[in-house]
């Protein structure tokens, strides 16, 4: 089992960047994919970005490609997001998920394959 402790959120005006982390607990975080989802108020949790655990394969929603990249640091059992050139329509709480995966190149896409979350951290992106 894997605890998740994300970080890094606040308020940005439109144009400027953040960087979230999501820490990992537990011995196996390099055997789980992990990815990001985000929740605005009134709206379903959406997929933004994930991983695969070995973190040679990614991919992105259409919404966030070129502006935000996902990545992790297996000795440090951690993932980030970094988000660029942030728009108000990227306002949301943000979430880390992870998922024990059985080949180093899985990335899962909905949030019902993931059985671990973390807390969520609000992103507010001001006009």
């Known amino acids: 089992q894997v605890q998740l402790v994300e970080s890094g959120g606040g308020l940005v005006q439109a144009g400027g960047s953040l960087r979230l982390s999501c820490a990992a607990s537990g011995r196996t975080f390099s055997s789980y994919a992990m990815a990001w989802f985000r929740q605005a108020p009134g709206n379903e949790r959406e997929f933004v970005a994930a991983i695969s655990w070995s973190g040679g394969d990614l991919d992105y929603a259409d919404s966030v490609k070129g502006r935000f990249t996902i990545s992790r640091d297996n000795a440090k059992n951690t993932v980030y997001l970094r988000m660029n050139s942030l728009k108000p329509e990227d306002t949301a709480v943000y979430y880390c998920?992870?998922?024990?995966?059985?080949?180093?190149?899985?990335?899962?896409?909905?949030?019902?394959?993931?059985?671990?979350w973390g807390q969520g951290t609000q992103v507010t992106v001001s006009s």
């Open positions: 998920a992870a998922a024990t995966a059985r080949y180093y190149t899985t990335i899962y896409y909905l949030a019902g394959q993931y059985p671990y």
